[in-house]
């Protein structure tokens, strides 16, 4: 692999790509308006969007705001259909085949075939082998306070600079990174935009680097903003804690969160869904409570036949889909059994759409 992305940018503007960009960007998203929208006219479309790209008239659209509650409160902003898939395109064109096979191992959020329950399983794991070497040690647990919302779009460029000397590319780059701010020193990047999770990943990946190169920690576990490493000694924690708070201060204008701090290893750590241990992993709490609150309140809408077993079935089986990663047979049969209602176990948000993509996506003569 070349050390820096170099001309490609003409190479993978195509109306091919961008077309499966939208494949993948109308991905759950068939029935929406915007979506039926965009398709009626698919292919003049897709060549104005082609054409704004190649002359630089390309500017993001308007962003939709509205807030979510859960896990807590954020502010969500989603841009038009269009620019969705120029994200895609860009994302899969670039930053995946060229980046992301940079980041290290463990660095598990937004890719394939990482995730949560891989981010789980292998710090459990570097908790048993410190545990064979070591009988006692401590555990770091950090998060970085308002992440996206701090994140500092000039160095992000910086450092996307680092990997490319494509200057088209580049120039593209700059466009979604500061994504028309009246300021350059306007900081943070929008929650909900695909690229987004992205840009993240790369700026902490001056962290990962750090970590591994200098800081030489084996046990560092990186899932988005929440990351562990483990520490023979307390002593040792505190150090490490103040050497990772420097580096991020100094380096990417960031800070840990009040709530990051160090623990015995038998007093386990909440990361990604779960408190793990060495020889276990429960769910956590608030994950037990949420669900029940749920079925109480499906429970009600059964007994006045306004339930949507749809939806109530794909909650339920997320749910049990996460519930089976740790220690949970006895919970989840209680909440199984605890609901008055017949829900569908085949039912998935995959299973609904997957046949009208892949129609699509396999037919040739389309494109």
């Known amino acids: 692999m070349p ?11 195509t109306f091919e790509k961008l077309l499966y960009a939208h494949y993948r960007a109308k991905k759950h998203k068939i029935y929406k308006k915007e979506v039926i929208n965009f398709e009626l006219n698919l ?21 939709h705001s509205f807030k979510i509650y859960e896990p807590k409160e954020r502010i969500i902003k989603a841009l038009p259909y269009v620019d969705r898939i120029v994200h895609q395109w860009y994302i899969e064109e670039f930053i995946k085949p060229y980046i992301v096979p940079r980041f290290i191992n463990s660095s598990y959020a937004c890719l394939e075939n990482k995730g949560t329950h891989k981010a789980v399983d292998k710090f459990q794991k570097n908790l048993q082998i410190f545990k064979r070497k070591y009988g006692d040690f401590w555990i770091l647990k950090c998060d970085i306070k308002k992440y ?67 800081i030489k920690n084996s046990t560092y576990v990186r899932y988005m903003d929440d990351f562990i490493l483990l520490s023979k000694t307390k002593n040792e924690c505190i ?40 020889t276990h992993k ?19 809408q059964y007994m006045k036949n306004t339930i949507n077993i749809l939806q109530v079935s794909q909650s339920i089986n997320s749910w049990i889909g996460h519930s089976s990663h740790c220690n949970s047979y006895k919970l989840t ?35």
């Open 239 to 278: 150090i490490l804690k103040n050497l990772i708070s420097q580096f991020l201060v100094k380096h990417l204008k960031l800070e840990l969160n009040d709530k990051s701090g160090y623990y015995p290893y038998k007093m386990g750590v909440n990361f990604c869904g779960y408190r793990i241990f060495t």
């Open 43 to 63: 292919e003049n479309n897709l060549t104005n969007l082609l054409n704004s790209i190649k002359n630089k008239t390309y500017r993001l659209g308007k962003y």
């Open 333 to 367: 049969n209680k909440i199984i059994n605890s609901c008055t209602f017949y829900y569908d176990s085949s039912i998935s948000l995959n299973s609904i759409e997957n046949d009208l993509i892949l129609n699509i996506e396999n037919d040739k003569n389309y494109i």
């Open 148 to 214: 996206f919302y701090r994140i500092n779009p000039n160095i992000l460029y910086n450092i996307l600079k680092k990997f490319i000397d494509d200057k088209e590319l580049l120039n593209f780059s700059k466009l979604l990174i500061f994504d028309g701010r009246e300021k350059s020193e306007d900081i943070g990047i929008p929650i909900g935009n695909f690229t987004s999770q992205f840009f993240a990943n790369i700026y902490l990946n001056e962290l990962d680097q750090y970590v591994k190169r200098t």
């Open 282 to 300: 429960l769910l956590r709490n608030n994950s037990k409570k949420k669900i029940k609150r749920k079925v109480k309140k499906w429970n009600k």
């Open 3 to 13: 050390k820096k992305i170099k001309n490609c940018f003409y190479k993978n503007l």
